[in-house]
């Protein structure tokens, strides 16, 4: 039996989503309380791996197990045994075709950004933060030169292990709520460290110093080096997963609070 859970969790206090050996990861804490219900040792399987302080409003796992439980079980009776921080929304069953990873056609990140002379403090951990004036226009238009398919090398990590560095880009927006800027991205997948890395160079062309036309020019040279440091993680939070029709799951979730 398969099942695909859908989960929320702060980032803050974990190492990341992958299972480490110290056992600091969201993946051994899901595993842990979905072993504890079906009283065998599981393994999760996660549409994404979130990096270290990257926050999921939404993310989508599935496992495998002779265990027959009921909806509730795979819900309520996993949260109680999971951390502070962590919290499974549903639990549906599915067939062994379902992937989270593989079978996902679509995913999407939202980084929330602080744009204020004075630090967060309520929010700390929870949003990335810039003192300086922003310009959400020319950081929107800065973005949108990214739309596409294209080889994202230049907003590549090093430690990347995806096969190829070509990605169908199918949303990059920013605007401004107040103080924050929301910035949203979809794309059909994405490289280690691609959206902070996207951030860092948004910023820059959002104080100014650099033009929206600049993007492009970091883009198409497939450097790395020529691009801006990369951003810190606390604002990055996973917010889409998109799979075929037929499996007829949510993608994404309406409860959090940057909605």
């Given amino acids: 039996m398969r099942i695909v859970l859908g989960l929320e969790y702060c980032g803050a206090g974990f190492c990341g989503w992958q299972s480490q050996s110290s056992g600091c990861g969201v993946q051994d804490a ?56 962590v919290a499974v929304l549903w639990a549906r069953e599915v067939g062994e075709e379902f992937h989270a990873r593989f079978a996902a056609i679509q995913r999407g990140y939202r980084y929330v950004l602080l744009n204020h002379p004075v630090r967060p403090g309520l929010n700390s951990g929870l949003v990335g933060w810039h003192h300086r004036p922003l310009d959400a226009a020319a950081m929107n238009l800065a973005a949108g030169q990214l739309i596409g398919r294209h080889d994202f090398s230049a907003f590549r990590a090093a430690e990347c292990q995806a096969k190829s560095p070509v990605k169908e880009l199918r949303l990059a927006h920013v605007e401004r709520r107040g103080d924050y800027l929301l910035c949203d991205f979809r794309a059909d997948g994405f490289l280690h460290h691609m959206v902070r890395n996207l951030m860092g160079c948004l910023v820059q062309v959002g104080t100014g ?51």
Avoid: C, M
């Avoid at 842990?32 to 393994?43: E, G, N, P, R, W």
């Fill in 30 to 85: 899901l595993e842990a309380a979905v072993s504890a219900i079906a009283d065998q040792k599981i393994v999760v399987n996660a549409a994404g791996r979130t990096d270290t302080g990257v926050h999921a409003a939404f993310q989508v796992a599935h496992f495998d197990t002779a265990a027959k439980r009921p909806s509730t079980a795979w819900v309520r009776g996993v949260n109680s045994h999971l951390p502070a921080g």
């Fill in 209 to 259: 110093v650099r033009s929206p036309a600049w993007t492009r020019e970091i883009l198409e040279s497939r450097d790395r080096t020529l691009a801006a440091p990369t951003f810190d993680a606390a604002g990055l939070y996973l917010t889409h997963i998109r799979y075929p029709a037929h499996f007829a799951l949510p993608e994404s979730s309406e409860r959090w609070l940057f909605a």
